[in-house]
Nanobody, 124 residues
Framework: VQLVESGGGSVQAGGSLRLSCAFS????????MGWFRQAPGKEREGVAM????????YFADSVKDRFDISRDNTRKITYLQMNSLEPKDTAVYSC???????????????????WGQGTQVTVS
């Protein structure tokens, strides 16, 4: 599995960005997809998760009601729509995946086998 993120950039506070994670090398269905972020000097933080089969979603409290995660099964892309961005959202955002038989993905601490290279999001 290969994961490639895109869509990062700089935005003013209150603005929006949509990140994309392109999935290749395996069947997209049957995976938990996660978006994580890491700010300088801070630990990596789980942001959102999505089950590619059921579409079940899960969000960290810090982004709930502002961010959304979605998928395009045909194109094998996982999106992270980020609204009402705040300077504290500044970080490198990475997508990750692991294969699952479950219909839900609710544990950021699971062992994600595959990671993208990350994309920078800067909010000022």
């Amino acid at each position: 599995v290969q994961l490639v993120e895109s869509g990062g950039g700089s935005v003013q506070a209150g603005g929006s960005l949509r990140l994309s994670c392109a999935f290749s090398g395996y069947t997209y269905s049957g995976h938990c997809m996660g978006w994580f972020r890491q700010a300088p000097g801070k630990e990596r933080e789980g942001v959102a998760m999505l089950n590619t089969g059921s579409g079940d979603k899960y969000f960290a409290d810090s982004v709930k009601d502002r961010f959304d995660i979605s998928r395009d099964n045909t194109r094998k892309i996982t999106y992270l729509q980020m609204n009402s961005l705040e300077p504290k959202d500044t970080a490198v955002y990475s997508c990750a995946a692991y294969k699952t038989a479950s219909h839900s993905c609710r544990n950021f601490g699971r062992d994600f086998n595959f990671w993208g290279q990350g994309t920078q999001v800067t909010v000022s």
